[in-house]
């Protein structure tokens, strides 16, 4: 086999992995949010919004890019290409966009909470929704006419991803990170302020794993795309063209964003890691299915085992 054949078959089995992890593990969100309602949440609302970006990741880019790869060429023809540019800006500014709600569904949450349930009541989360969408319109609008097929078309819409990449919707997690201090410390010298720092302290002891993971969610996006916007840079200002290795590294590493979302929410929450279980431990072999014993369950345990004792104790 030789070498370029050896490099094409790694690169599309990468790509097809991670499109197939990140295809099944976003849809599996939304399964599990329709069969347990206690994940029918805001937050997990604009979660699903994330999701739905990265599904199109998964079903129009990746693909895309596999069968550019295998041609060495496009042959998709050029509108083609401006669609293809189109859907993949979308996807990415709408990531963008859906962490800057997430960030000020917390803030609202954790700081601003009496006026919590009024700004976010599930009329307006699901406008807030529809917005990050609908909002892309103008955006979309203003760089339409630069989705011009570049010379090599695996690598399209990069100059557009790379303005996106500078997105102003992250901004609310700072001002999350920055409203909360004073809050917290503002001395209670009224009844009413002595019950707002003691909701603050117990809406943030329940809510940092959910906040954290948040947190983690955005690094990840950051850590995933900046390499590709830095190469992307280099290409569209630096006159001589960088190593292909190195453009195809930094792709499928902003590709890799996409199946690592729904891995993440399953190791930090124990609802979806559940549901995840639900789902696929039926395709395991039955000595390695993972067993979960629900509170009711051991409840009726505890009642059992009681009951026992004291037929013992009578005896």
Not at 283 to 307: G, Q
Request: charged fraction near 15%; charge should be positive; glycine fraction near 4%.
């Amino acid at each position: 086999m030789s070498s370029s054949l050896l490099v094409t078959v790694s690169e599309t089995s990468v790509l097809c992995f991670i499109c197939l992890a990140a295809l099944i593990g976003n849809v599996s969100l939304y399964i599990i949010v329709y069969k347990n309602k206690d994940l029918r949440t805001i937050t997990n609302l604009y979660i699903l919004n994330l999701a739905a970006a990265d599904i199109m990741v998964s079903v129009l880019s990746i693909p895309v890019t596999v069968v550019t790869i295998i041609t060495e060429r496009w042959v998709f023809g050029d509108t083609a290409c401006t669609a293809l540019g189109f859907f993949t800006i979308l996807s990415f500014i709408a990531s963008v966009m859906s962490l800057g709600m997430i960030a000020l569904n917390r803030y609202f949450y954790i700081v601003k909470w009496n006026t919590y349930t009024k700004t976010f009541s599930k009329r307006k989360a699901l406008l807030y929704a529809a917005a990050v969408w609908a909002n892309l319109k103008r955006r979309m609008a203003v760089s339409r006419n630069n989705l011009t097929p570049p010379p090599h078309h695996h690598e399209l819409t990069t100059e557009n991803e790379t303005r996106g990449n500078r997105n102003p919707d992250t901004e609310p997690d700072r001002n999350m990170a920055e409203g909360q201090r004073p809050h917290m410390n503002t001395p209670g010298g009224s009844e009413l302020e002595s019950k707002s720092k003691s909701r603050a302290f117990q809406v943030t002891h329940e809510e940092t794993k959910i906040t954290n993971t948040f947190l983690f969610v955005l690094a990840l996006f950051v850590v995933c795309w900046a390499p590709f916007a830095v190469t992307m840079f280099f290409d569209v200002y630096y006159p001589r063209p960088l190593p292909r290795a190195v453009d195809i590294a930094s792709l499928l590493l902003g590709y890799l964003n996409s199946m690592c979302n729904p891995v993440l929410y399953g190791l930090r929450n124990s609802a979806f890691k559940q549901g995840f279980l639900d789902l696929y431990s039926r395709f395991l072999p039955e000595r390695f299915r993972p067993t979960s014993v629900t509170r009711l369950e051991m409840n009726a345990c505890c009642d059992s085992d009681a009951k026992n004792v004291v037929m013992a104790f009578d005896a």
